[in-house]
């Protein structure tokens, strides 16, 4: 037996007083009353719809207080058959009895839906869309959803105001066998005159009362279902199948906005990193990994006075942790004419064959235009023929070593190549293995001016020249220029994150605006399904269920979409590099994670503010 005790109804103004009403087993209840008195606000408290919580609610004497207990009475329980709103329009027939079966934990074969629906006189086909049903065909598919519930109490809202006089008894007759002989509790409102006649227990709404106009009903007791079924992952999975075909352009939408989200993002990664690599490449063909170690500031171009290399720098140099090659730099020149020409060494990392205007020949040195001019005036125009200055040092004074020479002229350097060593123009570029050869061999004790130092990248000259900066040790920079390279690369990762920042804002905003559409769309769906116990928690996981496929669908497509742009462009010869494994794993894992977040968030704030009452009113 079901008690509201001291149940009065008020909205702007007074619509029931107080009163106590039951609501036996075994029997049909009907409410009585014209239009507008309340009858629809009252079975919503008795079915435990409505929100409010102004009276006390006892099943068999025991009072029901928390909203679990009513969560759990409305899914196993209680059937709904409300004014207009009780079916889910995108499923057909069956689909609509399946789905209030395993709401409530029940799976049926197409025999048992078959039977349910001969249980309210209907032989349609199980496969109809609820769409083409007749008014008086959908009254009775939805009390046959209904019964799939295998409820105890059935709560039935205006059922009969589309059938005729003969549906219309023949929808009585059924009640009451289910009442006397299923032991239902039903509960029913009805304007239907032929209704008082099949009834055991009448109230009658009047002047804000309601009083018991016929009672026949014996009092029994209810028996109540509490072992509740976990919602089966089929079940989950039908749901989504058949809301994604009823949303399909709303659906669609978000996938669009999600593909292209990813696609972007994907996209700016891929097109940064080919940036910074490609930036990074250029710089290495206009700077050299390398620099040069001098005693003292005043040394730190070669063509002015350079001191000897002390024991002191050596050894700082040599307990650097970094890897590179270090090689000693001997100070060596030649006079042409009336000009002094520098002789600096290089090594095969300086790829001079992309700054060379002329080639003489396969091997020698390479000269500036200007030492070009200055031997050309003297008549060595292919050949350095003459003799070169070597330099040791005796108590740190150099001392020079003359040395003849003929060593051919591989080619002259186009007129901006700078020689980072000297602050003139007058050079020319000698193989470091050549000058230390030509060294060994003719000087007396090996001293040096000072240490060329090469790396294998840009990070550990970078790293090298902070441990030289540490210890106080002159170094030449004008090889690289690491802080503008260095500010460089900050901008173009500045952008990077910015513009990854600004998609990631796009998509929030875009996947929130669908979202919250999407979910307002529902109304009705979602409030059914909170009437018929669905709690929060299991919405929660549909909703979340849904996300994650259209996550899934999105980031497949996107990633393909990506992938095929990376090989067409590959094929026509710019080549962008595939994202790297873990980059791509990466980004998987945060948008992930924010689908999941933003999901969460919009649902969570949707459902709190969702009142099933109001929607049913709408
Ligand atoms: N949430 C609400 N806020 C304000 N007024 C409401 C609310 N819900 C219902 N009402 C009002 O309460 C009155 C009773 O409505 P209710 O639907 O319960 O009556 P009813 O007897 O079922 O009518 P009918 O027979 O026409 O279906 C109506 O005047 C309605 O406008």
């Given at each position: 037996m079901i008690e509201l005790k001291n149940i009065s109804i008020t909205y702007q103004k007074p619509l029931i007083k107080s009163c106590d009403l039951s609501f036996p087993d075994k029997s049909v209840t009907l409410i009585q009353g014209p239009?507008?008195?309340g009858k629809t606000s009252l079975l919503y408290r008795i079915g435990l719809?409505?929100?409010?919580?102004n009276f006390a609610y006892y099943i068999n004497g025991k009072q029901i207080t928390t909203s679990s207990e009513k969560e759990t009475l409305r899914k196993l329980n209680f059937g709904y058959v409300l004014?207009?709103?009780?079916?889910?329009?995108?499923?057909?027939v069956m689909g609509n009895m399946k789905l209030y079966a395993s709401i409530a934990g029940y799976d049926y074969q197409e025999e048992d839906y078959k039977a349910f629906l001969s249980k309210v006189h209907l032989s349609i086909?199980?496969?109809?869309?609820?769409?083409?049903?007749?008014g008086g065909e959908r009254q009775r598919v939805a009390i046959a959803c209904a019964l799939c519930k295998q409820p105890d109490v059935l709560i039935l809202d205006e059922?009969?105001?589309?059938?005729?006089k003969e549906n219309e008894i023949h929808i009585f007759e059924i009640l009451k066998e289910l009442a006397h002989h299923e032991h239902k509790c039903i509960i029913l409102a009805s304007h239907s005159q032929y209704a008082a006649t099949y009834v055991d227990k009448i109230y009658e709404i009047k002047n804000q009362e309601i009083i018991c106009k016929k009672d026949v009903a014996r009092v029994e007791t209810l028996v109540i279902k509490t072992k509740e079924k976990k919602l089966t992952f089929a079940f989950y999975k039908d749901y989504i199948y058949y809301f994604f075909q009823k949303y399909k352009l709303l659906n669609v939408s978000i996938l669009i906005v999600m593909c292209l989200t990813f696609f972007m993002f994907l996209q700016t990664f891929v097109m940064f990193n080919y940036y910074e690599n490609n930036s990074k490449h250029n710089f290495e063909q206009l700077y050299e990994n390398q620099l040069l170690v001098v005693e003292?500031?005043?040394?730190?171009?070669?063509d002015r006075v350079m001191k000897q290399l002390s024991d002191k720098t050596i050894s700082d140099v040599s307990s650097l942790d970094e890897d590179y090659e270090a090689f000693p730099y001997i100070k060596a020149g030649m006079i042409c004419g009336n000009e002094w020409i520098d002789i600096l060494p290089y090594f095969?990392?300086?790829?001079?064959d992309d700054k060379v205007k002329i080639t003489y020949h396969d091997k020698g040195v390479y000269v500036s235009q200007e030492a070009y001019d200055t031997l050309k005036e003297a008549g060595n125009e292919k050949t350095l023929t003459g003799e070169i200055m070597l330099y040791e040092y005796k108590d740190n004074e150099p001392i020079p070593h003359p040395i003849t020479v003929d060593i051919p002229i591989k080619g002259v350097l186009k007129e901006?190549?700078?020689?980072?060593?000297?602050?003139?123009?007058n050079y020319i570029y000698m193989e470091q293995s050549m000058i230390e050869k030509l060294y060994q061999e003719h000087a007396a004790s090996k001293t040096y001016a000072g240490m060329t130092l090469l790396t294998k990248d840009y990070k550990d000259l970078v790293s090298i020249k902070k441990d030289l900066k540490i210890k106080e040790v002159y170094y030449n920079t004008?090889?690289?220029?690491t802080e503008t390279i260095s500010e460089i690369m900050r901008n173009i990762t500045i952008v990077k994150l910015f513009s990854i920042a600004s998609i990631l804002f796009i998509f929030v905003v875009m996947f929130g605006a669908f979202q919250t559409n999407y979910l307002y769309k529902r109304n009705n769906e979602m409030a059914l399904l909170i009437i018929n116990g669905m709690n929060h928690k299991g919405l929660d996981k549909l909703l979340s269920l849904e996300s994650l496929f259209k996550y899934l669908i999105a980031c497949i497509t996107s990633s393909i979409g990506v992938l095929l742009i990376v090989c067409i462009s590959n094929l026509i010869g710019i080549s962008l590099p595939f994202p790297g494994f873990v980059l791509y794993i990466g980004f998987l894992c945060i948008t992930f994670i924010m689908s999941v977040i933003l999901t969460k968030f919009y649902s969570s704030a949707y459902l709190k503010h969702l009142s099933p009452e109001s929607v049913l009113r709408n």
């Open positions: 239009s507008g008195t719809i409505s929100k409010d919580e004014q207009d709103s009780t079916l889910f329009e995108h499923y057909d086909d199980l496969h109809q869309s609820i769409q083409t049903l007749s059922i009969t105001s589309a059938l005729d003292n500031r005043a040394s730190l171009y070669t095969p990392q300086n790829h001079f901006n190549v700078k020689a980072p060593y000297i602050q003139g123009r004008d090889f690289c220029d």
